[in-house]
């Protein structure tokens, strides 16, 4: 079985990342949406959170059969592939200044790990402009981000039970 690991900060998942993981799961048979850890950054919205959503976007895949798991992990994502003996990272490109990037880190994670290949996926152009810092910034200003969400995800459910904790 080919698996490979989609990894990121998915703060939060949206229809961008939904499209790259179709695109994903046309290539693997299973695919580990891997959200990653990192205690020194505060995201919006807490791991828990985070897992929510992601499980409510992903819920119409995993009904048609998709082999979809979902996991937290701290750390490098060259050592996930160890620890999971999974060799294949899928990454999401947007814009092709995210290639620049994503490459330096393609490189950087098969010189942790050699196993590890990097496989670049373009977002659909539709999707293109959808990152999770759009969605952030939508809310922050009040605005309906929802439009940038997988069906059925109520994004603004998460982001104001922050507003309503922050008054208290």
């Known amino acids: ?22 695109s994903a799961l046309m290539l693997f048979d299973k695919v580990t949406i891997a959200i990653g850890k990192n205690s020194t950054k505060k995201g919006l919205f807490d ?7 992601i499980n409510e976007s992903i819920a119409h895949l995993k009904a048609q059969g998709k082999k979809i798991e979902v996991c937290v992990y701290e ?43 990097t496989i670049f996926i373009p977002a659909s152009g539709e999707y293109a402009f959808i990152s999770s810092t759009v969605v952030r910034d939508v809310l922050n200003s009040g605005g309906d981000a929802k439009i940038f969400m997988a069906p059925g995800v109520d994004i603004k459910k998460y982001f104001n039970q922050k507003t309503v904790h922050k008054h208290d």
């Open 1 to 22: 079985m080919k698996e490979a690991i989609f990894p990121g900060s998915f703060d939060p998942f949206t229809l961008g990342h939904l499209n790259v993981l179709d």
């Open 47 to 53: 791991i828990n959170e985070r897992l929510e959503i």
């Open 75 to 117: 750390g490098m994502t060259a050592e996930l592939c160890k620890q999971t003996n999974i060799n294949f990272l899928v990454r999401g490109l947007r814009v092709s200044s995210d290639f620049e990037f994503e490459n330096v880190i393609a490189q950087a994670n098969q010189k942790i790990n050699p196993n590890v290949s």
